[in-house]
């Protein structure tokens, strides 16, 4: 068979708290890791208050929320998205991501390209 399975107990959850790109405490679980040349996918646990800073990728970013609310945002405003919603994030554009001030922790499942560059503004 050619095509890969990633088991739910494969892989590691690790704590991304301190990295440049976060506020507050995050998790997160690389689900694609080297199975994928072309695409990065991981999953992303933000506690409540925690969320990315104002941010950039040289590619789209795709967001699906699995549980929680969260918040994302760019320089015109703030949304709110809870289970079930998805964002698409065009490249270049700067955005930050995560459960802010809603008081709800929040997961996400994020899709990029695995050469896509981000910035941290």
Request: net charge negative; glycine share 12%.
């Amino acid at each position: 068979m050619t095509l890969r399975i990633i088991r739910a107990s494969e892989g590691e959850t690790t704590r991304r708290t301190g990295q440049p790109i976060f506020e507050g405490e995050v998790h997160g679980h690389a689900l694609t890791g080297n199975d994928s040349q072309h695409i990065g996918a991981s999953l992303v646990h933000f506690s409540p208050g925690a969320r990315t800073r104002m941010h950039r990728h040289t590619s789209e970013q795709f967001l699906f929320v699995l549980n929680g609310i969260g918040q994302v945002g760019d320089h015109d405003g703030v949304s709110n998205i809870s289970t079930g919603d998805a964002v698409v994030i065009p490249p270049d554009t700067d955005h930050w991501h995560g459960a802010g001030d809603t008081g709800s922790p929040m997961t996400h499942l994020t899709v990029m390209r695995t050469d896509s560059q981000t910035t941290v503004l």
